[in-house]
C-alpha cells in the first residue's frame, strides 16, 4: 500500500502544469546564463580598453537579467498585462545603475 501511495504522489507531482513550468524556467535560466557567459568570453576579450570592457560586460550582464525576468515572466504568467507595471517601475531603477554608462536621455 506504500508503494501505490508513493506512486500516486509521484504522478500528482510530475503531472502538475507548475512543476512543467518550473523545469521550463530552470532549462531557460540556464541557457541565458549560458549565452551570457558566451558573449562575455567572445566579446569581451577583443576590447583593449578597460573601461569599454567594463561597460560591455556591465551591458551583458543587464542584458541577461532582461531576458531570464521576460522569461520567467512569460512561463509563470497567463496575462502579461503585470509585466508592463514591472517594467514601469523598475526602469527608473536601471537608469540610475547605468548612470555613468549610458548616454544621456532627452528626459535627463
Known amino acids: 500500500m506504500p508503494e501505490n501511495a508513493f506512486e500516486g504522489w509521484v504522478q500528482r507531482i510530475l503531472f502538475d502544469p507548475l512543476t512543467g513550468r518550473i523545469i521550463a524556467a530552470v532549462i ?15 566579446l569581451v576579450r577583443r576590447l583593449p580598453e578597460l573601461g569599454a570592457r567594463y561597460r560591455l560586460r556591465k551591458v551583458i550582464t543587464t542584458g541577461g537579467y532582461i531576458l ?6 512569460i512561463i509563470f504568467s497567463d496575462r502579461l498585462g503585470r509585466l508592463t507595471v514591472f517594467l514601469a517601475f523598475s526602469a527608473p531603477a536601471w537608469r540610475l545603475r547605468f548612470k555613468k554608462s549610458l548616454p544621456p536621455s532627452a528626459g535627463g
Open 28 to 42: 531557460a535560466l540556464l541557457l541565458i546564463v549560458a549565452l551570457v557567459r558566451l558573449l562575455w568570453r567572445n
Open 68 to 73: 531570464g525576468g521576460l522569461a520567467l515572466s
